[in-house]
């Protein structure tokens, strides 16, 4: 069992930056592979960024490649988000999840995830 908790969100102005921490309990955080997925009012939940265990590899969904970047600290029981460059389309509630065991298929959707955490809100304003 693996219990996630989100922190870090608020209220920036376009351009600007947030780093989201997802804090995880449980003596098996290393083995998990982790994910950052996003809901945006009247949207389907999309996936954002995912590190494996090991921190590499990672992936990006193509609209934050090159702003965002995933990071974890096994030592810590923490996964991060650095969003640099926000726009108003990243607003959204942005949700840790863990996954014990990564399919290519599966590992940038959210039915790929056993954990999840309940989410922080992003508001970017313009």
């Known amino acids: 069992q693996v219990q996630l908790v989100e922190s870090g969100g608020g209220l920036v102005q376009a351009g600007g930056s947030l780093r989201l921490s997802c804090a995880a309990s449980?003596?098996?955080?290393?083995?998990?592979?982790m994910g950052w997925f996003r809901q945006a009012p009247g949207k389907e939940r999309e996936f954002v960024a995912a590190?494996?265990?090991?921190?590499?590899?990672?992936y990006y969904a193509d609209s934050v490649k090159g702003r965002f970047t995933i990071s974890r600290d096994n030592a810590k029981n923490t996964v991060y988000l650095q969003m640099n460059s926000l726009t108003s389309e990243d607003t959204g509630v942005y949700y840790c999840?863990?996954?014990?065991?990564?399919?290519?298929?599966?590992?940038?959707?959210?039915?790929?995830?056993?954990?999840w955490g309940q989410g922080t809100q992003v508001t970017v304003s313009s």
């Open positions: 999840a863990a996954a014990q065991y990564w399919q290519p298929s599966t590992r940038i959707r959210d039915t790929g995830y056993e954990y």
């Open positions: 449980g003596r098996t955080f290393s083995r998990y592979n």
């Open positions: 590190i494996s265990w090991s921190s590499q590899p990672t």
